[in-house]
T-cell receptor, first 119, second 113 residues
Framework: AQKITQTQPGMFVQEKEAVTLDCTYD???????LFWYKQPSSGEMIFLIY??????QNATEGRYSLNFQKARKSANLVISASQLGDSAMYFC????????????????FGGGTRLMVKP | DAGVTQSPTHLIKTRGQQVTLRCSPK?????VSWYQQALGQGPQFIFQ???????QRGNFPDRFSGHQFPNYSSELNVNALLLGDSALYLC????????????FGPGTRLTVL
């Protein structure tokens, strides 16, 4: 089974509107972390936001927020007030295991969603 | 504060050749991971180095090998290149004290002809 599923290959949003990018995950580990990255056409993966499995509140970073629904195993990214510069690929990723220590912290990525912001 | 750096930016090789890619982690980070991203796909984990040893490995053949130096920088070596090795190779760094952040470098785009 896919560990990270992003069901929206591409999405359009009007400038200044909010958009939600979907991500569902699959793990049996009680300790895990969820990441969202933005990848512009230049190729660099830009870290946006992180949510730990034990975090009680949804993570927020500026215009980015993570809608974490643990029982549904979903971790959707919400971008408010979209800007033209938000046009890029967006990847959801998961680390299984604790957030520190010697176990390592490999990430498993989804297939990504291409977001296009219309002026 | 320099972020993660990678070299070279682009590389063209022919089948059967060998290639070495380099990565310097973000200041304060001691763990380096390598990912392969084929066109149109999400990154795939190759391996991770910590304290100069390979700590985790993804589902990649032995043609992919690596090294970490005492200053935490790392190399990725690929032998006997195949056309399918053409991809963007991304390096990520993190700290063993907290896995809540992993920062990526700009990547090396490898083309195998």
């Amino acid at each position: 089974a896919q560990k990270i599923t992003q069901t929206q290959p591409g999405m359009f949003v009007q400038e200044k509107e909010a958009v939600t990018l979907d991500c569902t995950y699959d793990t049996s580990d009680p300790s895990y972390g969820l990441f969202w990255y933005k990848q512009p056409s230049s190729g660099e993966m830009i870290f946006l936001i992180y949510q730990g499995s034990y975090d009680q509140q949804n993570a927020t970073e500026g215009r980015y927020s993570l809608n974490f629904q643990k029982a549904r195993k979903s971790a959707n990214l919400v971008i408010s007030a979209s800007q033209l510069g938000d046009s890029a690929m967006y990847f959801c990723a998961m680390r299984e295991g604790p957030s520190y220590g010697n176990a390592g912290n490999m990430l498993t990525f989804g297939g990504g969603t291409r977001l296009m912001v219309k002026p | 504060d320099a972020g993660v750096t990678q070299s070279p930016t682009h590389l063209i090789k022919t089948r059967g050749q060998q290639v070495t890619l380099r990565c310097s982690p973000k200041s304060g980070h001691d763990t380096v991971s390598w990912y392969q991203q084929a066109l149109g796909q999400g990154p795939q984990f190759i391996f991770q180095y910590y304290e100069e040893e390979e700590r985790q490995r993804g589902n990649f053949p032995d043609r992919f090998s690596g090294h970490q130096f005492p200053n935490y920088s790392s190399e990725l070596n690929v032998n006997a290149l195949l056309l399918g090795d053409s991809a963007l190779y991304l390096c990520a760094s993190s700290s063993g004290d907290s896995y809540n952040e992993q920062f990526f470098g700009p990547g090396t785009r490898l083309t195998v002809l």
